[in-house]
């Protein structure tokens, strides 16, 4: 692989605070790169290309799970928290990965999965192997079945990949046994947080990793791990996302009701005793909750002064491209967060959405989870898709607090919708006999050289899942330095927002431009989104930058400009 480029930046640097204004970078180390070329990415790989990363502008690096795992989920069936599998390398491999990206000044966050582990985990090897009613099988969450004979799950919760939450085990004998519970794939036991065992388990776990340097945990699933009392049946509402949040569902104040499996308050003492532990560490080490929570009011309870320091706001990734509903998602989380001292975070993409270049242009309903593939109604015009997301990221990246990007949208990817069926590995896909396509789309490996095998993803053409011909001309080789290409748009906004410190801005909506015009001012920079169909003249002030190419002051549809 050719050397990738570098802007030197102090190896130690102290920025109190940082994750109030970070823009953070989620690496899928299985698409990122591959350095040994069987087809997957790999810890290496990505040790490799880090420059271009420091190049880009971003301030930290999320890396979804590397731990062992069978990668039944994409590692987020951990097998040993504290190892790093073979196919990704060594813990030898992380701890110059995480060198190098301290020398880069990148933080390095990695992902903790603490809501269930892989069936292959050594604990519930042992639950199983265990009597029914033993400490071992307290560790998960085993019940009796219902009916006479015990052949009904016990409740009739739905795991989010499709079908029945519940699968039952067979005794030493030959005779059916306990059920346990599985909020995703049958290899995805759900932990029993009650156990004070469990507990104690994964504050070794943090202090592992802490002990090795890292910066910070992302929190998958951080709206799970505690279950209502008695687990009571729900079935949740048509409309809801696979990751709940309650969307739809109302209690008796006429509030957006959590699920019994996610969102319960007993949740907030794990993240406690959690943030003191990193709070006994040096630096500044963080906590981001991946927390489906409704409304954004109760995700900031998250976020409180004494529990995590940041959560992703799918609020915002999940508004559609529209100037009145995004205004009021704004002007809400910016509240809502204030409200207990946390900083507001913004995303577009990551690994279980449909890239924000394909989204922002589908003409049907898309629930988050169900994916996008080749007879799925509403399909995207990828040039409208691509002009939206670019302007919708201008628009992000004006924002106060602190912005998350994934890997490859700076390229202006889109989701590879037309991806084979036989190629699919979502357990999403099997597990609705196809009727949902699954995450595959976003995670097809991300092209670097156009003319390169597997674009320049390694050196032999493997790669787990097919690259779409189409991505040629959007390999980063392709597009660096080319002036309006996405990636020099990216570049552009990271250099003008770090220089202006948007992110420890505040924002001012600026009036007079149109309904369907977002106008704002954030310190020294005025900021105009155009997301109607009729061009509007810009105020005065020198053009920083814009989404699309202008004729003189002209902002036309879809498009977003920055002014000094």
């Known amino acids: 692989m050719p050397p990738t480029p570098t802007t030197p930046t102090p190896a130690t640097t102290v ?3 940082w994750w109030r204004s970070a823009v953070i970078y989620q690496v899928y180390p299985r698409s990122f790169a591959d350095a040994n070329g069987d087809g997957l990415g790999d810890l290496p790989g990505i040790t490799h290309r880090l420059g271009t990363l420091r190049h880009l502008g971003v301030d930290a690096v999320w890396l979804s799970p590397f731990q062992t795992s069978p990668q039944r989920d994409g590692g987020y069936d951990v097998a040993d928290y504290c190892d790093v599998d073979p196919i990704f390398g060594t813990l030898d491999d992380f701890a110059a990965l995480q060198q ?8 390095v966050i990695v992902d903790i999965v603490p809501n269930h582990t892989s069936s292959d985990h050594l604990w519930f090897q042992e639950a199983l192997a265990a009597a029914e ?17 015990g052949s009904l799950p016990p409740n009739n919760w739905e795991s989010v990949f499709g079908g029945p939450a519940w699968t039952r085990v067979t005794r030493p004998d030959g005779t059916p046994g306990q059920w346990y519970l599985h ?9 029993n947080w009650e156990s004070e065992w469990v507990r104690e388990q994964f504050r070794g776990i943090l202090r592992f990793w802490l002990d090795r340097g890292v910066d910070g945990f992302r929190v998958d699933v951080a709206h799970g791990m505690i279950k209502a009392p008695g687990l009571p049946d729900y079935t949740p509402p048509a409309e809801a996302g696979s990751m709940g949040g309650g969307a739809g569902a109302q209690d008796a104040e006429n509030e957006p009701a959590s699920p019994p499996y996610w969102g319960q308050d007993g949740v907030h003492e794990i993240y406690r005793d959690w943030r003191s532990i990193l709070n006994s560490y040096e630096g500044e ?9 409704e409304p954004l009011s109760r995700l900031a309870e998250w976020v409180r002064p004494d529990e995590m320091h940041q959560a992703f706001n799918f609020a915002y990734l999940e508004t559609p491209w529209q100037a009145a509903p995004l205004r009021a998602v704004i002007d809400e989380s910016l509240a809502a967060f204030a409200s207990v001292g946390a ?14 270049a394909s989204r922002l242009a589908l003409t049907a309903e898309n629930l988050q989870g169900h994916g996008l593939g080749p007879n799925s109604p509403g399909k995207p015009d990828p040039v409208l898709g691509l002009r939206r997301a670019r302007a919708a990221t201008s628009l992000m990246l004006a924002l106060p607090g602190s912005s998350y990007l994934y890997q490859g949208e700076e390229l202006g990817l889109p989701e590879d919708i037309e991806l084979p069926d036989s190629a699919r590995q979502d357990p999403t896909w099997f597990r609705t006999h196809g009727e949902r396509y699954g995450r595959d789309g976003c995670r097809v490996p991300i092209p670097w050289e156009a003319s390169a095998p ?48 948007l992110g420890t801005g505040s924002l001012e909506w600026l ?34 930058l814009s989404s699309e190419n202008l004729d003189g002051r002209i902002l036309p549809s879809d498009t977003t400009a920055w002014l000094a």
């Open 15 to 17: 920025t109190p605070e």
């Open 100 to 107: 190098k990206a301290h020398e880069l000044g990148l933080r």
């Open 133 to 149: 009613g033993s400490e071992a099988r307290d560790h998960y969450l085993f019940r009796e079945g219902k009916g006479v004979d």
């Open 183 to 191: 909020l995703f794939d049958t290899s995805q036991p759900d932990l």
């Open 285 to 293: 080490r963080v906590l981001v909750a991946e927390a489906w929570v």
């Open 343 to 356: 900083p507001s975070t913004w995303v577009l993409s990551n690994h279980d959405v449909v890239r924000h």
């Open 454 to 501: 597997a674009f320049g993803f390694n050196d032999t053409g493997a790669s787990w899942l097919p690259q779409p011909d189409e991505w040629a001309p959007l390999s980063r080789d392709v597009e660096t330095g080319v002036p309006g290409s996405t990636l020099s748009l990216y570049r552009r906004l990271l250099a003008v927002r770090s220089e202006y410190a």
């Open 511 to 544: 009036e007079g431009f149109g309904t369907d015009v977002l106008a704002l001012r954030n310190g020294a920079v005025t900021v105009v989104a155009n997301l109607g169909a009729e061009p509007v003249e810009l105020p005065a002030g020198d053009i920083l």
